[in-house]
Nanobody, 117 residues
């Protein structure tokens, strides 16, 4: 079975940094696009960043220059380095795997990031 497990969430002060990790198992990791989504209380889930199977990336405008997504195919992991965190970054962050060229999607259960002083 496919499993995505997020880790690294927690409480951080504004301006601080946090690194999220997603460990994937049960799938051919290298052929999946990997993404990070987030959902704040009372708001819709939004795409934060994606790293494609070929290595390219994209980001939502609000995190450009602050967040960096990466993947390590040898370790079946995807990471999201978050710098200069703002209170509006507070959300549950979800790992997503999408099969390239298809609509197949898998989701992790999420990890909570709280940015507050």
């Amino acid at each position: 079975q496919v499993q995505l497990v997020e880790s690294g969430g927690g409480l951080v002060q504004p301006g601080g940094s946090l690194r999220l990790s997603c460990a994937a198992s049960g799938l051919r990791f290298s052929i999946y696009h990997m993404g990070w989504y987030r959902q704040a209380p009372g708001k819709q889930r939004e795409l934060v960043a994606r790293v494609f199977s070929g290595g390219g990336t994209n980001y939502v405008d609000s995190v450009k220059g602050r967040f960096t997504i990466s993947r390590d195919n040898a370790k079946n992991t995807a990471a999201l380095q978050m710098n200069s965190l703002k209170p509006e970054d507070t959300a549950v962050y979800f790992c997503n795997a999408q099969l390239a060229g298809a609509t197949t999607n898998y989701w992790g259960k999420g990890t909570l990031v709280t940015v507050s002083s």
